[in-house]
């Protein structure tokens, strides 16, 4: 039996693909409007016509006849393309950034972010989130400040930087999810005697245009510079299925500080295992996957972001997916091909991909398998009803 999902709620379409499949991707009514021709204005009036489309723009008014496709597009027409950053340029310039810009106050961090060649120049890897590779060399501080955009962090190697989130210094760790949500201070330091490099992710262009961005400055230096193995946060909140009585209630974010590589690793190969064994628990066959989820709602881990890892036995695909929302994709381990729409990209380690809206995609992992962390902007077309999912294989 085959379900799709649509705002939301599952239904039966057995028999139904092709009429389902032309209602989602708007193939219908694209036909329709190709079809309409509106009949111009005779002789007589066109002069008068002109005239008051000339008083309209006078007037800042535009008529919605003359522009409703661009307004109201059958399925969505993002500006956003998708698109391959490997990893090995990025490193590089980060590394050169490294030897001729200093970081600390003014610049803040130094971040070079991924412009989606789509979005008319903007550092935005999509509509709604900023991707950006932090650079840090050894010795170096990036001092305190916060802002209401939410931001994470991935590490795809190396260790020795410590971030302090509101005081509480958090380890960072190849394969570790690092939070740092919403208006809490937060600064970083390498104590380390190798740079480190790491992925930032945030929904600072949702932010910007949303306008509801804030920004303030917190101390130059480092609140606490103390490297504990483990953060005050975990120690407190990462335990599995376990948590303190004494913060009762749900909490807009996640507390936990570090989701640390060796859960994530392990309840991977917990799914694979039990598939081998024959029981349920993976995603789809050959593909485990988890969801960092917020210990006092199970929900997202922030409101604006989603974060997830995945992994492909060799060979595997995912099936193919149309999702409202952007995705992007690093590859953790191994090597992947990424389907987007019609292109196909082929990401090796570090390397970025982005899967824009409604945009076909699904992932091939190679001959030796392949581990990918994903974040998206899900959540946020989830809170306002606007999420749609579908597959032509079925959800
Ligand atoms: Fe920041």
């Known amino acids: 039996m085959k379900t799709i ?10 028999n139904l693909d092709a009429e389902v499949k032309t209602e989602l991707l708007g193939e219908d009514h694209k036909a329709v409007r190709e079809s309409c021709v509106v009949p111009g204005p005779i002789p007589e009036e066109a002069e008068e016509l002109e005239q008051i489309y000339q008083e309209m723009e006078n007037l800042n008014i535009k008529p919605l006849w003359t522009q409703i496709d661009g307004l109201m597009p059958s399925t969505p027409e993002p500006k956003a393309v998708s698109h391959h950053w490997k990893w090995e340029e990025l490193y590089r ?23 989606n060649p789509g ?17 840090l060399q050894p010795g170096e501080n990036a001092p305190e400040h916060r802002h209401s955009q939410n931001a994470f962090r991935f590490v795809l190697e190396g260790e020795g930087v410590w971030t302090v989130v509101n005081g509480d210094p958090v380890p960072m760790r190849r394969g570790d999810f690092l939070l740092t949500a919403g208006w809490n201070f937060h600064g970083h330091h390498n104590i380390a005697t190798e740079p480190m490099a790491w992925l930032d992710g945030l929904d ?11 920004f303030e400055f917190g101390s130059e230096e480092l ?10 946060s975990e120690q407190l909140w990462a335990h599995p299925g376990l948590r303190p009585l004494a913060f009762p209630g749900p909490m807009s974010s996640s507390p936990i500080g570090r989701y640390a590589w060796e859960h994530t690793d392990s309840a991977l190969n917990a799914q694979l295992e039990l598939e081998d064994a024959g029981y349920p628990g993976v995603y789809e066959p050959g593909h485990a996957a988890i969801r960092f989820s917020n210990p006092t709602t199970g929900g997202d881990v922030m409101s604006t972001i989603r974060a997830e890892f995945h992994r492909l036995r060799a060979n595997v695909s995912t099936k193919p997916l149309y999702e409202v929302g952007n995705r992007v994709f690093q590859v953790f381990e ?8 019609e292109q196909t990209f082929k990401a090796t380690k570090g ?3 982005n899967v824009p809206s409604w945009q076909q995609w699904h992932i091939e992992a190679g001959n030796e398998g392949v581990d990918l962390f994903c974040f998206s902007d899900h959540p946020i077309f989830e809170a306002l009803h606007l999420n749609r999912t579908f597959s032509p294989k079925g959800i």
């Open 5 to 14: 999902e649509l705002r939301g709620k599952r239904g039966n379409v057995d």
């Open 93 to 115: 310039l980060a590394k050169k950034s490294g030897t001729l810009v200093p970081v600390g106050r003014g610049g803040e961090r130094r971040a070079i972010g991924l412009a």
């Open 119 to 135: 979005l008319d120049g903007n550092t935005y890897i999509s509509p709604t989130l900023w991707c950006a590779i932090q650079y």
């Open 204 to 214: 600072i262009p949702f932010a910007h245009q949303m306008d509801s961005g804030f």
């Open 223 to 232: 609140t606490d510079q103390s490297t504990p193995e483990k953060s005050r």
């Open 334 to 341: 191994g090597q992947a091909t990424v389907q987007v729409g």
């Open 351 to 353: 390397d970025i991909v």
